[in-house]
């Protein structure tokens, strides 16, 4: 299934490294998600993007940052990460429909590992 | 706030044997439901999902959930489980007018063949 992919799948830092995480999707969606997916811990939403404006942050350090160029395309550009921030990063992308039933579609996610 | 919550944390079960995995939430408006699973090494998939209507929904793979509003529960089974089936399963709620998700802790489920 290739209707969201993420790049690189792997990677490794040091904490005064400036890495992005790209993801792209193919389904014609309008709402793109990153979520952070650390052990024995739920999903953690990061951000959210509709139509390519962010519309939720949820308190998320500014060492994360991310991009939206276009409804296709969703970055998280990372620098002066922490070794707490190694995790699996996820992205994920629905179609709005004006309420709560969309349904979310993930990638296979970047792990991450901070040194 | 909304929260989710996943009892089972780690299930492991013998081929055949029959699966129930719970899923509570806290929410009192209308909710949207899901089960997604994640196999070994693959992403996330979405299993199954209730939006509306009958409240016991068929999803891929042999598993169903049942939504019962009054115990705020949506538990996901499968009659009889195969070695396949090994992964970790996320319950997930959405509400009010967005799409945004809220997860619960995970359950990994380790079938024996």
């Known amino acids: 299934e290739t209707g969201v992919t993420q790049t690189p799948r792997h990677l490794v830092m040091g904490m005064t490294n400036k890495k992005s995480l790209k993801c792209e999707q193919h389904l014609g969606h309008n709402a793109m998600y990153w979520y952070k997916q650390s052990a024995k811990k739920p999903l953690e939403l990061m951000f959210v993007y509709n139509f390519k404006e962010q519309t939720e942050n949820n308190s998320v350090p500014s060492r994360f940052s991310p991009e939206c160029p276009n409804s296709s395309h969703l970055f998280l550009h990372l620098h002066t990460l922490q070794p707490e921030d190694s995790a699996l990063y996820l992205c994920?992308?629905?179609?709005?429909?004006?309420?709560?039933?969309?349904?979310?579609?993930f990638g296979p996610g970047t792990r991450l590992l901070v040194l | 706030a909304q929260s989710v919550s996943q009892h089972n944390h780690h299930v492991i079960l013998s081929e055949a044997a029959s699966l129930e995995l719970g899923c509570n939430y806290s929410y009192g408006g209308t909710v949207n439901l899901f089960w997604y699973v994640q196999y070994p090494g693959q992403h996330l998939q979405l299993l199954l999902k209730y939006f509306s209507g009958d409240p016991l929904v068929k999803g891929i793979k042999g598993f169903e959930a049942e939504f019962i509003k009054s115990k705020f529960s949506f538990n996901l089974r499968k009659p009889s489980v195969q070695w396949s089936d090994t992964a970790e399963y996320f319950c997930?709620?959405?509400?009010?007018?967005?799409?945004?998700?809220?997860f619960g802790q995970g359950t990994t489920l380790q079938v024996k063949p």
């Open positions: 994920a992308s629905s179609q709005p429909s004006g309420g709560a039933r969309e349904t979310q579609y």
């Open positions: 997930a709620v959405s509400s009010g007018n967005t799409g945004k998700l809220i």
